[in-house]
């Protein structure tokens, strides 16, 4: 009986690795601007590479696209871990939002993404440990806002991506002042009494 081989993953070269950094480089800036419609001759020509170097580190536009989409989750992660050493339990949730926004208003893609998981749409294998810990810190942070009596306590840690995407759509709508829907989806979270 013969053993399993096991696939050996060796560091990339030097350049190689170069490469690839720039590739990713350029299709962040290519999704951003264009979202899925990004061409992958587009981001070749931005990285300064052939079309051939890019199917090289990335078989598929999708698994470019699935690249960004857990570097973008490794930035929201990030964020959403220091939110919870903030003091004021009510801050952190409007501090999660307003990051939400600002990252939509450059990057068409990351409002693909969060439509899609807003629809409860597939997320790529290498995401799903990154979405339970990202609605894990959401979880927690309801909880210290519920259990000081600031936000509603109906409020699920399942029910914040659809708003997230509510606000990600009037920013990528071009509304100038998405500040003030903000506020208005804030208003709707808070605990009708709140504390004295």
């Not at 208003?105 to 409002?111: F, I, L, S």
């Given at each position: 009986?013969?053993?399993?081989?096991?696939?050996?993953?060796?560091?990339?070269?030097?350049?190689?690795?170069?490469?690839?950094a720039?590739?990713?480089?350029?299709?962040?800036a290519?999704?951003a601007?264009?979202?899925?419609?990004?061409?992958?001759e587009?981001?070749?020509?931005?990285?300064?590479?052939?079309?051939?170097?890019?199917?090289?580190?990335?078989?598929?536009?999708?698994?470019?696209?699935?690249a960004?989409?857990?570097?973008?989750?490794?930035?929201?992660?990030a964020?959403?871990?220091?939110l919870?050493?903030?003091?004021d339990?009510?801050?952190?949730?409007?501090?999660?939002?307003e990051?939400?926004?600002?990252?939509?208003?450059?990057?068409?893609?990351w409002?693909g993404?969060?439509?899609?998981?807003?629809g409860?749409?597939?997320?790529?294998?290498?995401?799903?440990?990154?979405?339970a810990?990202l609605l894990?810190?959401?979880?927690?942070m309801l909880?210290r806002?519920?259990?000081?009596?600031?936000?509603r306590?109906?409020?699920?840690?399942?029910?914040?991506p659809?708003?997230?995407?509510?606000?990600a759509?009037?920013?990528?709508?071009?509304?100038?002042?998405?500040?003030?829907?903000?506020e208005?989806?804030?208003?709707g979270?808070?605990?009708?009494?709140?504390?004295?």
């Amino acid at each position: 009986m013969s053993t399993p081989t096991v696939p050996i993953h060796r560091p990339l070269r030097a350049d190689a690795a170069r490469n690839r950094a720039r590739v990713l480089e350029a299709a962040r800036a290519a999704f951003a601007e264009h979202g899925a419609e990004a061409q992958i001759e587009d981001i070749a020509r931005r990285a300064h590479v052939g079309v051939g170097t890019v199917y090289r580190h990335f078989p598929t536009k999708q698994a470019l696209a699935e690249a960004l989409v857990e570097e973008r989750f490794e930035r929201v992660l990030a964020h959403a871990r220091g939110l919870l050493d903030e003091p004021d339990p009510w801050h952190a949730i409007e501090r999660s939002f307003e990051f939400c926004a600002t990252t939509q208003e450059g990057d068409r893609a990351w409002a693909g993404v969060l439509a899609t998981l807003a629809g409860g749409g597939p997320v790529a294998p290498p995401c799903e440990h990154q979405l339970a810990e990202l609605l894990g810190i959401t979880e927690r942070m309801l909880a210290r806002a519920q259990a000081a009596g600031l936000v509603r306590e109906d409020l699920r840690a399942a029910d914040m991506p659809p708003l997230y995407c509510g606000l990600a759509s009037v920013v990528q709508a071009g509304v100038a002042d998405w500040r003030r829907y903000l506020e208005l989806l804030l208003a709707g979270l808070r605990a009708s009494s709140p504390p004295a």
